[in-house]
Nanobody, 121 residues
Framework: QVQIVESGGGLVQSGGSLTLSCTASGKRFDIFVMGWYRQAPGKEREVVATVTNTGGINYADSVKGRFTVSRDNAKNAMYLQMNNLKPEDTAIYYC???????????????WGQGTQVTVSS
């Protein structure tokens, strides 16, 4: 019954910007961590940015200074503001939501369907 919905992907020129959105619904457990991942052609899926339940944020080195991740806890939503996009950012971007807490641990992890981001040179 949990559903992860993503939006915001598209085609943009190098140097442009996009904002991705992710919303989790269908379950009323605490969100332990939300994260953005991406998978480029011929590569394995990699983490882009994560946000913990306490607000801790981690970015991949390749996106630091260009991408900003944020959460709206009331809406169970997460956003990824991507600026100064580069061709190497081209990938399918996935939202991951992990339910749980610091006391009981992980109580389930779910993936969105992915949204395509294509950056032309």
């Amino acid at each position: 019954q949990v559903q992860i919905v993503e939006s915001g992907g598209g085609l943009v020129q190098s140097g442009g910007s996009l904002t991705l959105s992710c919303t989790a619904s269908g379950k009323r457990f605490d969100i332990f961590v939300m994260g953005w991942y991406r998978q480029a052609p011929g590569k394995e899926r990699e983490v882009v940015a994560t946000v913990t339940n306490t607000g801790g944020i981690n970015y991949a080195d390749s996106v630091k200074g260009r991408f900003t991740v944020s959460r709206d806890n009331a809406k169970n939503a997460m956003y990824l503001q991507m600026n100064n996009l580069k061709p190497e950012d081209t990938a399918i971007y996935y939202c991951n939501v992990v339910f749980g807490n610091d006391y009981s641990g992980v109580d389930g992890a779910y993936w969105g369907q992915g949204t395509q981001v294509t950056v032309s040179s």
